[in-house]
């Protein structure tokens, strides 16, 4: 580094030794300062006394830690599953059966969102509740900033890794989070656009745990897909009683306009998580019924990162 910085005049080699019980260790950053057992320096000539006095100083600040070094960024050290797909495709309501089988916890962005959405009366819920009405993607540095807070939270000792539905959304946020943790595979769920508008028309959650439903039946050309009801009333939630809704961006009006920008700004990260060959795709055609289908091809690709598509 001094040399490059130009403050010695001739070529010199510099060496280190670091001693400690267990032998001789090449790697400064794995060593202590009290394994410290010699260094000495060599040249095979002289340089003059301010350049002498700046190497031994970028010696000492170096490695022996006289100068503030930048706290790097928090890594999530486990590996992460992450779902795409448009709006509508199941995503949700896959991603939270792989979560019950695999023990992973799952972040859906959208849900926590939807939470600001409803109780966060800063600023940042009403830029949030703005972007809602228009169809728009909340924009990269606001959704880091929340992701990252909720992925650190969510890990814990016990769990395997998690799984992120609904986040990235563009390839900037891809890679952004890359420099935070490892993504393991990304598997996209992918419908034809008119049965992805007639499914999020009859989409319903819980308005309490956001449990998802859906009153469409599907049955034309190749797609056989039954309404995803309560087991009692239609109206009321199997988990927590609470009243069944339809969000407000399912509308037909706005539906159409976020399928227009997931093609233009998160249709990409297919092409972008293709290249680090850690994609998968699966087109669910009877819905619900396909899990079990899905959760093989998943378990598949994870062990041997050989995807299996079922098109």
């Not at 199941?90 to 019950?100: D, I, N, V």
């Not at 769990?159 to 946020?173: A, E, M, S, Y």
């Not at 339809?246 to 920008?261: A, F, G, H, N, Y």
Request: hydrophobic share 35%; with cysteine; proline share 5%.
């Amino acid at each position: 580094a001094c040399w490059q910085k130009g403050m010695l005049k001739v070529p010199h080699s510099i060496f280190f030794f670091f001693q400690a019980e267990d032998g001789i260790r090449d790697s400064v950053a794995s060593r202590g300062l009290g394994d410290v057992y010699k260094r000495q320096v060599s040249t095979q000539s002289t340089w003059d006394q301010k350049g002498k006095g700046m190497l031994a100083k970028c010696i000492s600040r170096q490695f022996f830690g006289l100068f503030k070094k930048k706290v790097p960024a928090k890594f999530y050290t486990k590996p992460m599953l992450v779902l795409l797909g448009a709006p509508g495709v199941g995503k949700g309501t896959y991603g939270k059966r792989l979560s019950a089988d695999w023990k992973m916890p799952i972040f859906s962005t959208g849900e926590y969102l939807r939470t600001l959405l409803k109780t966060d009366k800063t600023d940042l819920g009403e830029k949030l509740r703005e972007f809602v009405k228009l169809g728009k993607l909340v924009d990269d540095a606001t959704i880091m900033k929340i992701m990252e807070k909720r992925l650190f939270e969510d890990e814990k000792p016990e769990n395997k890794g998690i799984i992120l539905d609904g986040f990235p959304r563009t390839v900037g946020q891809a890679e952004m989070l890359d420099k935070i943790g490892t993504v393991k595979a990304a598997m996209n769920f992918y419908l034809r656009d008119d049965i992805l508008v007639e499914k999020l028309a009859g989409r319903r959650e819980c308005e309490k745990c956001h449990i998802p439903y859906n009153i469409a039946t599907i049955k034309r050309a190749a797609y056989d897909m039954d309404p995803l009801l309560p087991k009692g009333s239609v109206e009321i939630c199997d988990a927590c009683k609470g009243k069944l809704i339809q969000r407000e961006d399912d509308t037909p009006k706005v539906i159409q306009d976020r399928l227009k920008i997931y093609k233009e700004k998160t249709a990409p990260l297919e092409g972008y998580y293709k290249k680090k060959k850690i994609y998968i795709e699966y087109e669910p055609k009877r819905g619900v019924t396909d899990y079990p289908d899905i959760l093989v091809k998943m378990d598949h690709f994870i062990k041997t990162n050989k995807p299996q598509s079922n098109r």
